[in-house]
């Protein structure tokens, strides 16, 4: 069983059109995130919510917008789409709680393409 | 805000050859992780390190923590080309937030 899975895996669009992202995650964990990584592989937060709520929100413009229906789902719709938005974006889960050290489990990504 | 940094940025290395690539971090951080990416797949975990002076091992990469300098190291010993991908460093902020370093892309030719 994939224990973090995202959809799609691949993702092109035009500009302008509005999508999103599905993430779930079956272990349980009580935190998730979104991740963008740039053409350069550099990885960066944008994204954490713990058991529902939004607990970190980066400098991100808010044509993102993550949304949790539960603690095993986190989804990323995306507004307005632009050629910067072309990334490969990636969800994690980790369980986040005082004296457990869990590692962050990581999606296969999905790779966004704007033309 | 914790900042991260890893170098080098990109490492090529003949086969049997040992190197280390370093981590730097700026702040306080819980711990400190190790993770692995190949080309178009996502990240793999492959160390955590919970305190100062830890030091963990799987096969041929061996990994190790010092909290009063802020660095974390990955040692490479006797490289084979089954270890080229890239190498991410990740410290923890504010208990959750995971900051990844830039990243190591390595390269083990014969």
């Known amino acids: 069983d994939t224990a973090v899975s995202q959809t799609p895996k691949y993702l092109v669009t035009q500009m302008g059109n509005d999508k999103s992202i599905k993430c779930e995650q079956n272990l349980g964990h009580d935190t998730m995130y979104w991740y963008k990584q740039d053409s350069k592989k550099f990885l960066k937060i944008m994204f954490s919510y713990n058991n529902k709520e939004l607990i970190i929100n980066e400098t991100v413009p808010n044509r993102f917008s993550p949304k949790s229906p539960d603690k095993a789902h986190l989804n990323l719709h995306i507004n307005s789409l632009e050629l910067g938005d072309s990334a490969v974006y990636f969800c994690?889960?980790?369980?986040?709680?005082?004296?457990?050290?869990?590692?962050?489990?990581f999606g296969q990504g999905t790779r966004l393409t704007v033309v | 805000e914790l900042k991260v940094e890893q170098n080098p940025l990109f490492l090529s290395m003949q086969e049997g050859k040992n190197y280390t690539i370093y981590c730097n971090y700026s702040t306080t951080s819980d711990r400190l992780y190790w993770y692995r990416q190949d080309p178009g797949k996502s990240l793999e975990s492959l160390f955590v390190?919970?305190?100062?002076?830890a030091v963990k091992q799987e096969g041929r990469l061996m990994a190790s923590l010092d909290t009063k300098a802020r660095l974390s190291t990955l040692h490479i010993t006797a490289a084979v080309h089954d270890l080229s991908a890239t190498y991410f460093c990740a410290g923890v902020y504010n208990t959750d937030k995971l900051i990844f370093g830039t990243g190591t892309r390595l390269q083990v030719f014969p």
């Open positions: 390190l919970l305190s100062n002076g």
């Open positions: 994690a889960s980790s369980q986040v709680w005082r004296g457990v050290d869990t590692e962050a489990f």
